[in-house]
């Protein structure tokens, strides 16, 4: 069979080296079998787009030799005897030969056949292509549909690019029918390919009639999970026995397709819709043997279909809990209050960051920034519950913020969700001639941030501890400060300010002089202006805020000072 290929191909046992090399290979790389045969392929052969030898862990084919894997690409670099560097489309199929030893099939052409197809000027290049598969091609188009489809996890992005992969390699019209999960049906794309372009019929897409039980019609069928069929317009030319019977004819009138071939789209649980390749220009009708790669095709559409759903799924989940779990603000008298929270941008849409805000029994008002260790529903469920014990605890804990946070550490271990956490407790009171002051301890969180209305800025470090769920039976500490007429207190959580590509303490430094920047803006637009100036842009964690504004009318002193546990300040 290797003997026979008439395409560049060769054979690489299980290190990588080139076993066999057919004759194109030869002709192409300018190189005899002998000079090929027993030499490292990915040393010989393989270059990055400069030309250089690229770095094993790099090489995508190196990973599919190893991992054994079926790995593509429209775009790869080779070098010839001669030094001259080759753009060449690549495929590599795991393979067995010589009875027990494994190796690998890489097969190469000067231009993928797919976008060969895609290239063709007109629907009657496409349709002598149509009839030309050969298996290495049909390989070649299952490879790179399984790739493209599977690398989003967006469903309109999905339906965008199976109409890609399938025009005009295989016909000049796409309809994709999908089940929505009340068991209703969409038509979500009818596109045609007219003269190189992909032209949407919208006036052909949208809400189907339910899927009928017991039509014996081809679309019926494979909306029900049927195997795959061919139609045309004879096949609809009867009399409609459903209302998705009157939009098939209505779509083949429209359409002008002579010839179509319809397969369920589905998943081992359940059918997600169908697809229907057409042919109006292209003279060819389908026939029985083109059904297997349209199953082909749908197997991995479906699977990249479902991987999108669930993950849409569980995006709506983790928004409506995001809804539920953070807090409304207070409304206190004298005082501004706003809060953000961003989620991990490759993550569910909550996490482990959170902030709280709510009235003490004297009328004080509590503050609060945590961060449970992780980005996801399991980092979420355990902040909820710490939140709602850290409110418990306040509310019923008498004596200074570090005894109610010593509680809550003793607590962690019980909340299976949240091993560790980090947090500031603060509290904010008005005293009568002194103004608003902020008293506040630190269980291994970031510093607050404390600007004043002129511009000057300054972390509160003092009242620091550490953070929840070590077990360290340390000592907590708390802290008092006075607040200016005029200032801003941050409160914030460490996705603000980390990165892999500076220090946190470049991260400090940069959320300071943002924030002293911005210290005469409105409160919204001060937390907007810190979010978008110092969110590092290779930031993948989730991030939270709190800001609280003082009013300006009053004249009030500053000095902050720490207070050790043996001398608690009072309640």
Same mark, same amino acid.
């Given at each position: 069979m290797f003997d026979g290929l008439e395409a560049a191909a060769y054979l690489v046992d299980e290190r990588g080296v080139i076993a066999r090399v057919t004759a194109r290979a030869e002709v192409l790389f300018g190189r005899s079998a002998g000079e090929m045969i027993g030499q490292d !392929?990915?040393?010989? %052969?393989?270059?990055? $787009?400069?030309?250089?030898?690229?770095?094993? #862990?790099?090489? /995508?084919?190196?990973? +599919?030799?190893?991992?054994?894997?079926?790995?593509?690409?429209?775009?790869?670099?080779?070098?010839?005897?001669?030094?001259?560097?080759?753009?060449?489309?690549?495929?590599?199929?795991?393979?067995?030969?010589?009875?027990?030893?494994?190796? !690998?099939?890489?097969? %190469?052409?000067?231009? $993928?056949?797919?976008?060969?197809?895609?290239? #063709?000027?007109? /629907?009657?290049?496409? +349709?002598?292509?149509?009839?030309?598969?050969?298996?290495l091609d049909r390989l070649a188009l299952l490879a790179e549909t399984t790739t493209r489809l599977t690398s989003t996890l967006d469903v309109e992005e999905a339906l965008s690019r199976l109409v890609e992969l399938l025009m005009p390699r295989l016909a000049d019209w796409v309809v994709i029918d999908l089940l929505g999960e009340t068991g209703d049906v969409r038509r979500a794309a009818v596109v045609h390919y007219d003269h190189g372009v992909l032209v949407h019929r919208r006036d052909l897409e949208g809400m189907l009639p339910p899927v009928p039980e017991e039509s014996p019609m081809p679309l019926s069928r494979a909306l029900r999970g049927a195997a795959s069929a061919l139609a045309g317009p004879d096949t609809y030319s009867v009399e409609p026995d459903s209302g998705i019977t009157v939009e098939q004819q209505r779509l083949f009138k429209a359409t002008g397709m002579h010839s179509a071939a319809i397969a369920p789209i589905r998943t081992v649980r359940e059918v997600l819709g169908a697809l229907t390749l057409g042919r109006s220009g292209q003279p060819a009708s389908f026939t029985p043997a083109d059904l297997s790669l349209l199953e082909d095709i749908t197997r991995r559409a479906g699977l990249a279909l479902d991987n999108a759903r669930l993950y849409q799924r569980q995006q709506r989940v983790a928004e409506t809990m995001q809804r539920h779990l953070l807090p409304h603000l207070p409304t206190v008298p004298g005082l501004l209050m706003a809060a953000r929270y961003l989620p991990a941008p490759h993550a569910s849409q909550v996490g482990g960051d959170w902030y709280d805000a709510f009235p003490f029994t004297d009328g004080t008002t509590a503050l609060v920034i945590g961060d449970v260790g992780?980005?996801?529903?399991?980092?979420?469920?355990?902040?909820?519950?710490?939140?709602?014990?850290?409110?418990?605890?306040?509310?019923?804990?008498?004596?200074?913020?570090?005894?109610?946070?010593?509680?809550?550490?003793?607590?962690?271990?019980?909340?299976?969700?949240?091993?560790?956490a980090t947090l500031v407790l603060s509290r904010v009171e008005k005293r009568a001639g002194e103004g608003w002051r902020l008293r506040w301890t630190n269980a291994g969180h970031l510093p607050p941030l404390l600007v004043e209305q002129d511009g000057r800025g300054r972390f509160l470090t003092a009242g620091g501890g550490i953070m929840l769920g070590t077990r360290a039976a340390l000592p907590r500490a708390d802290a008092e400060t006075v607040l200016p007429p005029g200032s801003t207190l941050l409160l914030y959580t460490d996705g603000l300010i980390e990165s892999r590509s500076h220090s946190l303490d470049d991260g400090l430094a940069r959320l300071l002089a943002e924030a002293t920047a911005q210290a005469g803006q409105p409160l919204d637009a001060f937390c907007t202006e810190i979010l978008e100036r110092v969110r590092p842009e290779d930031n993948d964690d989730d991030v939270a805020i709190l800001a609280l504004r003082i009013p300006d009318s009053e004249d009030a002193g500053h000095a902050e000072h720490a207070v050790a546990p043996e001398a608690p300040v009072a309640p």
């Open positions: !392929a990915h040393a010989l %052969l393989h270059r990055d $787009s400069r030309g250089r030898t690229m770095p094993r #862990a790099q090489c /995508a084919m190196m990973h +599919a030799f190893l991992g054994r894997h079926v790995e593509y690409s429209d775009r790869g670099w080779f070098e010839r005897a001669d030094g001259a560097l080759l753009e060449l489309w690549w495929l590599v199929v795991p393979c067995s030969f010589d009875r027990a030893e494994k190796g !690998a099939l890489v097969v %190469l052409r000067e231009s $993928s056949p797919v976008e060969a197809a895609r290239g #063709a000027g007109t /629907a009657s290049a496409g +349709a002598a292509l149509a009839g030309a598969l050969t298996e992780g980005h996801d529903l399991d980092a979420a469920a355990g902040m909820a519950q710490l939140r709602n014990m850290l409110r418990a605890f306040a509310w019923s804990q008498e004596g200074p913020l570090s005894h109610v946070v010593q509680r809550l550490d003793d607590a962690v271990e019980h909340i299976v969700e949240a091993s560790t």
